[in-house]
């Protein structure tokens, strides 16, 4: 068992209604680097929560043989509020019912004001200012009012990832290839993470101006004051999103080789002490473009591309079939492909409905025309 398996009770919207919050811990605290991974903040996403429970398991072997350098913070299901929620046995853990609210959207902002509030105090070294920073930003987060179960949840989270050097966040998608998402001032070290873990690709955050997601909270109030102080702020905390694949993608086999691939990055990262393999990017798709396909009515879902198969334009992707449709000859309803990809992400339900998503591709060149849509995990 790992040296600290903490659990933080979180109030109910009613009485008997409070939650646990397990939070496991390896290596001393404020030894540096610290890593915080967490998974399952949408909690209908099972696929890291499988990961980050082998993970622990890896960290605590390590652990016992002395090799923990730094701090690893691991919550392996950081939404117990969400798990909770269900409609006919099936969990809904996107959204809060209560308030409709995104778990993963509308985090915080710990940027607005900060760079203000610490430039009197900055001084040459640099990372002198970055302790300075990250006892403001623990002002910032302990002001916080717990005003709702969902908020005291995010402020248990917030506390604990706050002033890590690296942020993890796992989900995963309905079914897909495994992929990372990142920002473009961390792509190369998001390649370099994403060939440890052994991800199909690499893609780009998109464009979440304004959704505020669990990783940007903590990436945001960096790259803002780098912005205003140059190199006497360094970006000390690198924050990613990871799919690892889609909803069925609950293996143990498969989650061990992901975590081992954590693990190897923890230590390259220097973590955990030994040196890394060597990386290999080999196999790394960097994606840059993207097209997501709706479906132009509903029926039955025929897929006739697989996961990760390459299209070119005008590929048929998929057809609707109308059961209903009087003369039995009727033609499918066809989705073609706007552009030359590869087929990541795809809906699981083979029903569908008129304007519900169907297939995401990714490629290098954004298709002429058709609907290009940001990526947000
Ligand atoms: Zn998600």
Known sequence: MPSAAETISLPGAMPGTQRQLRVFSFGDPGARPKAYLQAGLHADEPAGMM?????????????????????????????????????????????????????????????????????????????????????????????????????????????????????????????????????????????????????????????????????????????????????????ACQAFTFEMGGVLDVDPKQAQRFAQGFLRYLRRIGCIEGAAPRHRANGLNEFRAFEMLDSPAGGLLLYRQKLGDWVSPGDVLAEIVDPTAPDLDTEPTVIKAGMKGCVVSRRLSRQVAFGDFVVMLAGHKRPASGKSKSLLA
């Open 51 to 235: 990961i980050l429970r082998e993970l622990c398991k890896l960290l605590a072997a390590v652990e016992e043989s002395g090799e923990i350098t730094g701090e690893i913070i691991v919550v392996p299901m950081a939404n117990p509020l969400g798990v909770d929620q269900a409609l006919n046995s099936a969990i809904m853990g996107r959204f809060e019912l209560r308030s409709g609210a995104n778990f993963n959207r509308a985090w915080p902002d710990l940027v607005s004001g900060l760079a203000d509030s610490v430039r009197k105090r900055l001084g040459k070294d640099s990372g002198e200012n970055v302790d300075l920073v990250r006892r403001e930003l623990k002002r910032r987060i302990a002001a916080l009012q717990p005003e709702s179960p969902m908020m005291a949840q995010r402020i248990a989270l917030a506390r604990r990832a706050y002033d890590a050097d690296l942020v993890v966040d796992l989900h995963c998608d309905d079914e897909a290839l495994p992929y990372m998402m990142a920002p473009d001032e961390l792509w190369d070290e998001a390649k370099r993470f994403a060939a440890d873990v052994g991800v199909h690709s690499l893609q780009p955050n998109g464009d979440s101006s304004g959704a505020h997601c669990f990783d940007e909270c903590f990436a945001e109030p960096w790259q803002a004051l780098a912005k205003e102080f140059g190199a006497r702020v360094p970006l």
